[in-house]
Antibody, heavy 120, light 108 residues
C-alpha cells in the first residue's frame, strides 16, 4: 500500500526557516517524481514545486511564489522527500501536502498534510 | 499561466441524482493533461480522473470525465452519500500546473 507521511510542520515566526519531510512507503521511491502542494486555510490548492527522479536528472521546478526561498530535495536511500522553506512569510501559512508524481503526470497519492503556521 | 474556472461554485443535489461539473481553461490544455480531485473536510485530495477521462485506481465507475481543449466535464452518474465534497480540476500539461477554485457538491 502506498503511503506518504509528512512531518515537520508547526508554528514559526516570519523570516525563519522550517524543513518538512515526506516519508514514503509501498513503492520504489527512486522511480518517481515527488511534488509538494499547499492549501491555505479555507482556500484552494496551490502547487509549490516538484523534483524529478534521478533517471530524469533529479531536477526541480518551483512556483514563482516560492522560487528562491524554498528548496526540494530527496534521499532515495531513505525514501524521503524534503521541503526546505526559508524566509517564511505569513502568506506561506497552509497545510502542506506531498504527493507521488508531478510534472506531466497527475499526482496520484497524497499524504495527509502537515500544517505550517507563520505568525509572530 | 493557464487559469481554470469551475462552475457552478456550489451544486445542491439529492442522493441518486446526476452531477455535472464544468472546468473551463483560459487556453488549450495540452494533450488533455487534465485531472479531477475530490476533497472532503480535513482530508487530502483524492485523484479521481487523469488524462481528462481515465479513472484512477479504485475509483467507482459512476465517476467519469470528458472533454478536450478548453472545456472539461466531471460527471457523477448517481450521487452516493459519500460523494458530497469539494471537487477540483487541475491542468498539468503546462508549467505551472494550476487548479480551479473548486465546486462544492452539497446535499439538497
Amino acid at each position: 500500500e502506498v503511503q506518504l507521511v509528512e512531518s515537520g510542520g508547526g508554528l514559526v515566526k516570519p523570516g525563519r526557516s522550517l524543513r518538512l519531510s515526506c516519508t514514503a512507503s509501498g513503492f520504489t521511491f527512486g522511480d518517481y517524481a515527488m511534488s509538494w502542494f499547499r492549501q491555505a486555510p479555507g482556500k484552494g490548492l496551490e502547487w509549490v514545486g516538484f523534483i524529478r527522479s534521478k533517471a530524469y536528472g533529479g531536477t526541480t521546478e518551483y512556483a514563482a511564489s516560492v522560487k528562491g526561498r524554498f528548496t526540494i530535495s530527496r534521499d532515495d536511500s531513505k525514501s524521503i522527500a524534503y521541503l526546505q522553506m526559508n524566509s517564511l512569510k505569513t502568506e506561506d501559512t497552509a497545510v502542506y501536502y506531498c504527493t507521488r508524481r508531478g510534472g506531466l503526470a497527475a499526482p496520484d497519492y497524497w499524504g495527509q498534510g502537515t500544517l505550517v503556521t507563520v505568525s509572530s | 499561466e493557464i487559469v481554470l474556472t469551475q462552475s457552478p461554485g456550489t451544486l445542491s443535489l439529492s442522493p441518486g441524482e446526476r452531477a455535472t461539473l464544468s472546468c473551463r481553461a483560459s487556453q488549450s490544455v495540452s494533450s488533455s493533461y487534465l485531472a479531477w480531485y475530490q476533497q472532503k473536510p480535513g482530508q487530502a485530495p483524492r485523484l479521481l480522473i487523469y488524462g481528462a477521462s481515465s479513472r484512477a485506481t479504485g475509483i467507482p465507475d459512476r465517476f467519469s470525465g470528458s472533454g478536450s481543449g478548453t472545456d472539461f466535464t466531471l460527471t457523477i452518474s448517481r450521487l452516493e452519500p459519500e460523494d458530497f465534497a469539494v471537487y477540483y480540476c487541475q491542468q498539468y500539461g503546462s508549467s505551472p500546473t494550476t487548479f480551479g477554485q473548486g465546486t462544492k457538491v452539497e446535499i439538497k
